[in-house]
């Protein structure tokens, strides 16, 4: 349990790393997942074949409900930290003291005053001053808002275009001198080591490497003159005086990565100026996040022997106990110092994009890339970088696919790094499963590959131990206290561990209900909410979509008309956001709260809507959410109360890691000084809400064999595929080492391991996907096994095994006859199977379009066995003799759907049009732009398929985006979803170079609803992604001017 504290609880032997105690380690009393699988060979059935394909869109909970497009949330809470925070209590406290109606309870204790002051740690000088800021050294690392365009840029760059300047001026050299003078530059202190162009070989160069060296790599300097031209664009006009505070900044910089390099080579306690790393970087993050000083429990970890050892950690700390500072620093650490990439793995594809908006900016100044890999976005395998590190920032799916690919093309050993957030999601379905694995496969094909998880919902944790055969810490601190609080009916109890019921009485509620309140509003969410609401936020967590549209229109409609009146132009602004985001149609239920300060937040919404909402309410415009479980995991929301609306998620109820996540969300550091829970009870729930409060958290179980096509068959294909492992015999010893080895006594009495694992093997052998003898009695266990094509493509294109041979089947008829007078043929072949299980068509609207479609496009429905007759006769309500499979006309039907959506490119009117929720046919689209792109690498491997590979990668940016074509270049910067990329373009900003030599003062601006911290991060991020594309061009030039070495007669 997150237990709240004052001060730091230190460990008892400070320094080191402490195994979790035995006492922690309660066995679950819920039977393992493991030993209640039966185990069969085979059999796919149903169950298992509606597993999903998409890429962590999937709600943490399960299917229940699905999360994408949560993207800056950092942002715009920063930006509020920075920049509105103060004013905005100070404006809501005058004006929440007013507007505050009857409602208000003189109940509750407003207690903001906690000190987190007692929490922190100054550190001193050398370990204990490592992040002590030196306000001399910081100089301009404060930028003022007003700040011109030129420092925002690397002195790198300014260096560029005071050289462009130069050259135009008159003072020209030839190519030969310039190139001389680069060279010398290149071992000048003064030349920065870490510049946004690529143009700079020596910066992440070590101190060693010859002059002759540099110059040799000056052969495609024109080449790099001419992108680099292409790319200031406009920027080259605003070229000003190279700041030589910058510059000397830098210099000392470049200095110190190569004294930390060398530190950190030679020693592994000694460390350089901040944990290894240049103090520039602790400038960015007081820059950048406001970070001022590490928690005590940051520095302690950092300093761990395991760590400087590089041995895998896991570490576990209540929700918001600053988990992500610490593992940023050691991926910095490996980048910077060690020099290797590193992989980050987070759990859904918002979180990631959010991510890479947020260490874009550190990419930039401190000279390494950041790459998304989300979605349909990341290359297989990744492009190999001669100068610059990367940071690939991955969702589970993505990682794993990674992970496959350096495998395969054996440069494993360049991953010097994984960080795992979230790590209890092992134990999390499919996506548990995938994680696993890659984990599994990087701990037996590289021993140089370091692995941190991180989580504050780990229960089992020796297990997880043993499978990364990691350290483990842990810490209780939570830098602002968490009160958990249960009502029932009209008390409040405080949740106490102490007493046998784990309530004790805190209080009643105040209220003053009318009898028509009581009967709309039982639970008193009104009065919970207006105790904190407008003047502080707060969180509603629903079991259901519906109940989170319910309880917001209820909650406004008994709300004072003086609520109207907080942030009102703001409001009106939101509205007329999202009414042009929804091309002029806005949700009529979000029409009705927002006026009031309230929403709801659930999958149903757009991506934009999401986004919009979420900003919104970082901000304050917004003061309630009604949110289901998707805002849970990892969010930093500022909420001062999470009201649980009833202890279930759909129709189950709540474990206590879902409890725990949710209730996290309350008082984030650096967001609220105070957070509390209300998780409201009914009596009957009372024994089980006592039980969920009291109880440990659940274990986490391998997934390996629940989900059987994604986990245990799908390993075991690429083992053989990536020949990790070829025979039974390594197959077994591979198995041992995975999470599912671990728990091996947890399997029933009815098959042992390597009975699985044969099985198992058989099977994939019964589908053509391996080759070999697994039925000899003897010496088989030695015998080699194959992969097939068909079995290469299937875990290249990361397909699911209960779907692939139906997709090879669907490609192959395709080659026969494929209408190309329209993209609808390509659209089924690329549409998820796994959401046609769920899909109920209007029959009606099914012919309708049907009948909308030109000859051509209708034969494709007859090629696929759907035959107009059919449709009619079921849009007519009569009996249908033909025997028509089901799973393909729902199938077609979800194609028409994206059919035409990318026609129009408008998510309502297509929602409206099949009677769909917005929310559905946006997941709809996600899924099948991640889908195409994993059809098309299936493609890839199949050479009887080559024709589909340039389709499929026109179609698969066209899902990708969905939007006009010329708005592509800006949505491929991470998080810019359509409406800001609408937004942009018409203020002019046509592409990439346009963003990425923005300046971020303007983008304020000239674009609404744009936060300062928001327009840094967009022109950080594509600054990033043109860095990345220039440099992949300028590797590709260099390989191909390469002279090989095997010339014969040379
Ligand atoms: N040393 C620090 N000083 C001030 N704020 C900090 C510090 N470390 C982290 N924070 C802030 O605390 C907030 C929560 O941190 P973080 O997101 O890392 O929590 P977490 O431990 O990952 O929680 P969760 O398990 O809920 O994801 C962030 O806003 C972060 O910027
Ligand atoms: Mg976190």
Redesign the pocket.
Known sequence: MAEPGPAVRRKSCPGSVRKRRQALVVCSTVCSPVARKKLSSGGEGPAAEATCINDSEEDMFGDYDSFYGNDSLLAQ?DDTEHEHLHDRNKDIKADGELILGNLQSGIYQEKDNFSTSEN?VILKADKEDAFEMNKNDLLDSNQEPTESISDDLPSSQLLYFAKLNELSSGSRTSPLSERKRKCKKSSDKIRSPLSFYPDDEHRNRPTDVSSHSNCALFKTDSLKDNLKSAMTGNAKAQTLQVSKTKQLKEAVLSEEICVARKTIESSSVDIGPFYGLPSKVKDLFRQF?G?????EW?HDCLMLESLQQRKNLIYS?P???????VAEIIILQELLCRRKDVLMILPYVAIVQEKVRGLSSFGIELGFLVEEYAGSKGRFPPIKRRIKRSLYIATIEKGHGLVNSLIETKRIDDLGLVVVDELHMLGEGSRGAMLEITLAKILYSSKNTQIIG???TLNNVEDLQKFLQAEYYTNNFR?VELKEYVKIGGTVYATDSKTESGFTFSRFLNFKYSSNLQKADPDHIVALVTEVIPKYSCLIFCPTKKNCENVASMVCKYLKKEFRAHREKEKQDLIKHLKNIGNGSICSVLKQTIPYGIAYHHSGLTNDERRSVEEAYSAGVLCLLACTATLAA?V?LPARRVILRAPYVANDFLKKNQYKQMI?RAG????DSAGESILIVQEKDKHLAQRLVNSPLENCYSNLLLELTKGMHSLLLSLVGLKIAVTREEVNTFMCSTLLGVQQHLLSKEKSLSEVIKDGLEHLIEKGLLEGRMSEKNHNSKYTLTITPLGRATYKGSIDLAYCNLLYRELKKGLEGLVLESNLHLLYLTTPYDLTFSCNPDWMIYLRQFGQLSAAEQKVADILGVPESFITKKASGQAVRKNVDSTVANRLYLSFVLYTLLKETNIWSVSEKFNMSRGYVQNLLNSAASFASCVLHFCEELEEFWVYKALLTELTKQLTYCVKTELIPLMEVAGVLEARAKQLYNAGYKTLAHLANANPETLVRVIEHLSRRQARQIVSSAKMLLSEKAEALQEEVEELLKVPTDIPGT
């Open positions: 809470i922190m996040r970070i001022e000083t590490l928690y940051q700390l929700t918001s106990g600053g988990k992500t500072l991180m989580s504050a830098p990892g930093n996290g984030r550091a650096g967001i």
